[in-house]
Every structure is written in C-alpha cells, then in structure tokens.
C-alpha cells in the first residue's frame, strides 16, 4: 500500500521561501513519476512539477519554473519542493502524487496519478 504523506506548509509573506516534504512508503518507487499538485478554493487541481525517480529528470508548469525546484532523495524515500520568491497567487493547498510509469504528455493530468497524500495548505500574504 503507497501511502505519500506531506509537511512542511504553513504561513509566509511573499517574496518568502518554504520547503515541502513527501514520505513516500509502501513499495520500491523505481520508474515512478512523483509530482506535486496544488488546489486553490474555486479552482481545479494545478500541476506544480515532477520528478522521475529513477533519473531524478525534472519537469515544471511554466508559472512556477526558475522559482520552485523539486528534488528526491532515493535513500530516504522522500520528495522535496523547494518554494523560493512566493506570490500570494501561489496559495493553496499542495499535494504530493505518484503514479508507476513515465509519460511526459500526460504528466500534468492528475486524473493520471493514482496516488496521493492528503495535502498540506501554504498561505502567502501580500
């Protein structure tokens, strides 16, 4: 059983930097693709960035790339995002996902991740 669990949210004021952290448990992950996702109130469920855990390759949405990073750490079975220069737009609720293949199309489809943590809320004041 997979199960992704995530910390580190909180409060910060923009211009701000927070770390996110997903333990990964319940299997091996090689060839997974983890990801991160982020849901504001009123909106759908956003692609963040996602890594391959087997190459460590990155992949980021556009409103987020050269400020968010994203990282896995093998041996400790757990996923970091890295959240530097927040805006208030980037409110919400974050999500940690995994799902077993590879697939650069439909990775930012969280419809394609079959598993996923409960959440952790990141609030950024203006």
């Known amino acids: 059983q997979v199960q992704l669990v995530e910390s580190g949210g909180g409060l910060v004021q923009a211009g701000g930097s927070l770390r996110l952290s997903c333990a990964a448990s319940?299997?091996?992950?090689?060839?997974?693709?983890m990801a991160w996702f982020r849901q504001a109130p009123g909106k759908e469920r956003e692609f963040v960035a996602a890594?391959?855990?087997?190459?460590?390759?990155?992949y980021y949405a556009d409103s987020v790339k050269g400020r968010f990073s994203i990282s896995r750490d093998n041996a400790k079975n757990t996923v970091a995002l890295q959240m530097n220069s927040l805006k208030p737009e980037d409110t919400a609720v974050y999500y940690c996902?995994?799902?077993?293949?590879?697939?650069?199309?439909?990775?930012?489809?969280?419809?394609?991740?079959?598993?996923w943590g409960q959440g952790t809320q990141v609030t950024v004041s203006s």
């Open positions: 996902a995994a799902r077993p293949y590879f697939n650069i199309a439909t990775m930012p489809n969280p419809a394609t991740y079959a598993y």
């Open positions: 319940g299997r091996t992950f090689t060839g997974y693709t």
């Open positions: 890594i391959t855990w087997s190459f460590g390759s990155a």
